[in-house]
Each structure stands twice: as structure tokens, then as C-alpha cells.
């Protein structure tokens, strides 16, 4: 599902998931979140780049995703590294688990953010690790086409 970068707020982003795993789809999924965490998220302090997804009991769950505790919150303030029940509908679930098993791949949140209702939505990717040889030619394919672009802009 395509979005539209106006309408959303970015709370947080796995920058690094783009070098580690190459991408095969990508799929957007709501969260389910207690109070405080909603107005936690709200402050933009939380982080998903340690975090993943995975597929228990027919169930898409987000695992040790860290949204901080509120600041404001009494003693009914949520554990900030909690596992957290992905919104997926249920062939959605039934192909990324399918994917999980057959494939080796595995669920990459890509990035965290609130759509244009307010509601809290998070972009997972189902991906797979890449060997070092193929950080490395990222990594070559990136410094090419930044000296590619710096040399058109001299030539003008």
C-alpha cells in the first residue's frame, strides 16, 4: 500500500535495514498500543532498530520494539520493551508465515509512523540477510552513483 509522505508523521526509522537485508515486499500493518505508549510515541524517542516481527499462534506480534515509558504516566505506565500484536488481516499473516517457514526470510520493521487519522502504523518488510560480499557491492553501487552525481553537477 502506497502512502503519501505529507499526510504521515514519522515517529521512528530502521535506517540500517535497507544495507543488512535486501527487500522483498513491503506491507503496512497497525499497532496495538496501551495509552501511555500512544503519547510516548507522540515525543518521537522510541526506536525499531533492534526490533522484528514474528508469527505465533496465527498472530503478527512486534518484538522488543522500545517505545519509553511516558514521562507523565503513573504507575499505570506500560513496559517499554514489550511485545506488541500486529493489525494484519489474515491472509496476510498466512503468507508471511508461509514465507517464514518455506523461505528463510524473515519480518524487518523498515519504519514507524502516524498515518493521517492519528493512528499509529509501522512498515514491515519481508526480507532476506544478506552474505557480506553483498554489503559490499551496496556499499560500492552507493559511493558510484554519489561520484555520478557529483560529476554531472560539475559538468553542468
Known sequence: MARSPDKQKMIAENRKARFEYSIEDVMEAGIVLQGTEVKSLRTGKSTIGESYAEVR??????????????????????????????????????KLSGAIQRQGMTLVPLSMYFDAGGRAKIELALAKGKQLHDKRQTAKDRDWKRQQARLLREKG
Do not use: C, F, M, T
Open 57 to 94: 499462534g496465527g498472530e503478527a506480534w512486534l518484538v522488543n520494539a522500545n517505545i519509553p515509558e511516558y514521562s507523565h504516566g503513573n504507575r499505570q505506565n506500560h513496559d517499554p520493551k514489550r511485545p506488541r500484536k500486529l493489525l494484519l488481516k489474515r491472509r496476510q499473516i498466512d
